[in-house]
């Protein structure tokens, strides 16, 4: 009886401890889960790739600085908004497949190509979702990592060389197109034999080809003879003093 009675009277102080105990870890855990996020959102904005971490129906939980990048704005202000608003997929296909396997639980990688207009230039662009389904607690539903692989556009070719001859040289090369001699240019211009030779050799070094013929191809790849006329005569602003 006596033990009886010091168990029931030690009960409620036990259960207070095991209370106290109780909310001490879940305490601990909610700390652990803020500091483990804390640390996945300082990781994600240092990673230089665009990614969002979205919803099961493409709503933006969260969106890294590189993300927000490609529409000109911070983070914060793609929070909501739906993958689907935001870029345009190539092929519904491929949106359909990883409907149909969300739908069964499979948790696989799937490409999803995609464009959008930038938002700093206006511009066209493509590029590549990869969408991972990342299965959690709490709940049945999995979130979608969404990265972005963005395809840089081919660089424009560089311009010709447009004032990269003078205006005597410009006159030499149409002289020399129109299938006149050395001696010919030099006398239409002005200039000794050796004068016009040192010229030409001078642009056949600049641009790397060997002969007349060469040389008169070259100017007109250029653009720095006017294509279509005839006779031959250099291209307007091309030249420098």
């Not at 990781?43 to 990614?51: A, G, N």
């Not at 704005?73 to 345009?88: D, I, K, N, Q």
Request: hydrophobic share 40%; with cysteine; aromatic share 4%.
């Amino acid at each position: 009886m006596a033990d009886e009675r010091t168990a029931t009277a030690r009960g409620p102080a036990d259960e207070q401890a095991a209370t106290a105990r109780d909310s001490t870890d879940e305490q601990a855990v909610v700390e652990d889960m803020s500091t483990w996020r804390n640390h996945f959102l300082t990781l994600l904005d240092r990673i230089p790739m665009p990614i969002a971490v979205c919803r099961i129906d493409g709503g933006v939980h969260v969106a890294n600085p590189a993300m927000a990048a490609e529409w000109g704005t911070v983070p914060g202000r793609l929070a909501g908004r739906s993958l689907r608003e935001l870029f345009t997929p190539r092929s519904e296909e491929q949106i359909e497949r990883l409907v149909r396997a969300l739908r069964t639980g499979r948790t696989s990688r799937y490409p999803i190509e995609v464009s959008w207009r930038s938002a700093p230039d206006g511009v066209e662009r493509h590029g590549e979702f990869t969408i991972d389904p990342i299965m959690g607690a709490p709940g049945p539903l999995p979130v979608l990592l969404a990265m972005l692989y963005v395809r840089h556009e081919r660089p424009a070719p560089p311009p010709s060389p447009r004032g990269s001859v003078t205006e005597a040289q410009a006159r030499i090369l149409s002289l020399a197109a129109s299938g006149a001699t050395t001696a010919a240019i030099g006398k239409a211009l002005g200039l000794t034999v050796d004068g016009v030779n040192y010229h030409l050799t001078r642009l056949s070094q600049r641009w790397r080809v060997q002969g007349r013929t060469a040389l008169v191809a070259k100017a007109y790849a250029l653009g720095v003879l006017a294509p279509g006329r005839w006779p031959p005569v250099p291209a307007d602003g091309v030249t420098s003093p």
